[in-house]
């Protein structure tokens, strides 16, 4: 046999984590990494934040799990805390981003085909090299071709158009749009913020036909951005949102947010999850919600992004052949490459023990845990400008 137990789906990889100290990752044979890719968005706190382990460990010791069945004083704690941070109305948790982005295609689809809706408006607008996670509905609500190979046929019901073209998405608009599916900030597509334009567009377009606005916040959103959700920037509210990666610090949590009028459709029976909401992400939740739903984080996030930002545009201007610039909003940084980002990011992570992710564009995503200080910063860019001088454009 020659199939690892693991299902080899990822690449191999020589950094093999085993323990998180706050900001850096010990490898098995004791080397630390600097981890400015926070498990891609996920590990706001960091690796090893006293209140998001205690809330975890004390809900574990108290009811690890029980089923949506009963009622859930868990849930309702959470479901209420996000209701106050954000547009929403009503949530609905998932264990990932996957999930929540498929209860909210199906919370789109039902808020038409609901009692005297149109029913023929089946169809979501989607947008050019999003990522929306890997199940059957996410994969088919997004156009790159890699992620469908071996896995035809897709599912109906999406309609791709090419990211910030508010005149292409308007053209798509018909009898059967249901509603827009979009990322305010596209992140595996190598963090490209929607235009203001853009954005308000879709909400006009929206309100004008009655389709739902979908957002698909799950690597943008909590507090990432350094608003709670990345949509606020823009001034303009969903009415369906997708949030995880960040929201459970950690452990594995998403939701579905909405607004009680798009919610309309997902009455008694019409979803479910076994693990959903269950006891010990609902602490998780709540950990990380009481950390980071508050103005002074936020302006923090605001700040060290700002500052990072600065300090970037002037560091890719020693090495034009190789950077072209940043882009993004908060601390989620990217910077497009003039070369491959790939090989770049390998040779950061393996020479020079720093952590960061490769998206698409050429880019390289730089996502820091939010609780970042002045000492990771410096060593972020210490190992940035080694690795810069030290790289060697591999021939292709
Ligand atoms: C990561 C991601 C997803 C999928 O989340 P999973 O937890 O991997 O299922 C969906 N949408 C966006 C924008 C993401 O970045």
């Known amino acids: 046999m020659s199939i690892t137990p693991l299902m080899p789906v990822y690449p191999r990889c020589g950094v093999r984590p085993v323990r998180g100290e706050h900001c850096h990752l010990i490898d098995e044979d004791g080397s630390r990494y600097l981890d400015f890719a926070s498990g891609i968005a996920v590990n706001l706190l960091g690796h090893s934040h006293k209140g998001l382990i205690g809330a975890i460990q004390r809900q574990a010791e108290t009811l690890m799990h029980v089923s949506n069945l009963y009622g859930s004083p868990q849930g309702e704690e959470l479901a209420q805390k996000l209701v106050d941070a954000s547009f929403a109305d009503t949530v609905f948790f998932t264990n990932s981003g996957a999930e929540a982005v498929e209860c909210a295609i199906k919370t789109a689809r039902a808020y038409h085909q609901y009692e005297d809706g149109d029913s023929q408006r089946t169809e979501l607008i989607t947008f050019k090299n999003a990522f929306h996670g890997r199940t059957m509905a996410t994969i088919s609500a997004s156009n790159q071709e890699k992620m ?3 896995f035809m046929p897709l599912l109906a019901g999406f309609r791709y158009v090419e990211f910030d073209d508010l005149e292409g998405a308007k053209a798509a608009v ?17 963090i490209r913020p929607a235009s203001q334009e853009f954005m308000s567009g879709l909400r006009a377009l929206a309100d004008e036909h009655d389709l739902m606005l979908v957002l698909d916040e799950v690597q943008c ?22 949030t995880a990666k960040g929201i459970g610090g950690g452990f594995p949590l998403g939701a579905c947010l909405a607004t009680e009028k798009a919610a309309r459709g997902m009455g008694f029976g019409t979803h479910g999850s076994t693990y959903g909401g269950n006891p010990l992400a609902m602490a998780a939740g709540g950990a990380v919600m009481d950390a980071v739903a508050n103005e002074e984080f936020l302006a923090e996030v605001t700040e060290k992004g700002e500052r990072i930002r600065a300090r970037l545009e002037q560091f890719i201007g020693n090495y034009p052949e190789l950077f072209e610039l940043v882009r993004g909003k908060g601390l989620m940084l990217g910077i497009r490459m003039k070369v491959e980002s790939r090989p770049f990011f390998v040779h950061l992570r393996d020479n020079h023990q720093l952590l960061t992710v490769a998206a698409g564009d050429n880019t390289l995503r730089v996502l820091p845990p939010l609780v970042i200080g002045d000492a990771e910063i410096d ?5 940035l400008s080694a690795g810069a001088a030290s790289y060697e454009i591999p021939e292709s």
């Not at 959103?221 to 997708?242: M, Q």
């Open 221 to 242: 959103g909590v507090a990432r951005t350094g608003k709670f959700y990345a949509h606020e920037h823009y001034g303009i509210e969903p009415d369906i949102l997708a």
């Open 174 to 190: 018909g009898p059967t749009t249901a509603g827009f599916l979009v990322e305010p900030i596209q992140g595996e597509g190598g």
């Open 148 to 150: 469908h190979k071996g």
């Open 379 to 383: 060593e972020f860019f210490d190992k």
